[in-house]
């Protein structure tokens, strides 16, 4: 049954945007982290931003704990078409020194929004969002982005 499970959640991932893990404290803590463009296709005259949806949802059976350096809990970059970092959404923000501590329970999940510029996008060219928790790169998801 257990390897059921594990098939189906990397069936999942190989249909594309999402992340499945195995945690090495929690045998079952497979993780579904997903990405998400309120339109991932848009006229670039008409935004000078866009939002994004990211979520991380526990699908195993364990109570699954995120342990954080500060208050930040989400960090979303913007890729050019060549790679590069174009934009990092911690960047002019101001988080709380304190580590903190996120209890996600099974099969419940976390979601965030947030927005991502368009000033330096150019028509026609493809830009890759990525989202993840930081310090939890087994929550890594990614959307493209296709301003026209």
């Known amino acids: ?8 959640i990397l069936a999942l991932c190989l249909s ?3 992340v499945a893990s195995r945690d090495a404290d929690a045998r079952d ?3 579904l982290a997903e990405l998400r463009a309120e ?27 995120f342990d954080f350096p500060t208050g930040q809990h989400l960090e979303v970059t913007l ?6 970092q174009i934009f990092l959404w911690s960047e002019d923000r101001s988080f709380a020194p ?12 976390l979601e965030f929004e ?8 150019v028509a026609g060219r493809v830009y890759l969002a990525e989202a993840m928790l930081p310090g939890h790169r087994d929550t890594l998801a990614t959307v493209e982005l296709r301003p026209r």
């Open 1 to 8: 049954m257990r390897c059921a499970g594990f098939a189906a």
């Open 16 to 18: 594309g945007g999402c």
């Open 29 to 31: 803590a497979a993780l």
């Open 39 to 65: 339109t991932p296709e848009f006229p670039l005259a008409d935004r000078r931003e866009t939002k994004l949806f990211f979520s991380v949802r526990n699908l195993s059976g364990r109570q699954r704990q």
């Open 79 to 84: 890729r050019g078409p060549d790679g590069q």
């Open 98 to 109: 304190e580590g903190t501590a996120v209890l996600v329970n099974p099969g419940e999940r």
């Open 114 to 121: 947030a927005a991502v510029p368009t000033r330096d996008m």
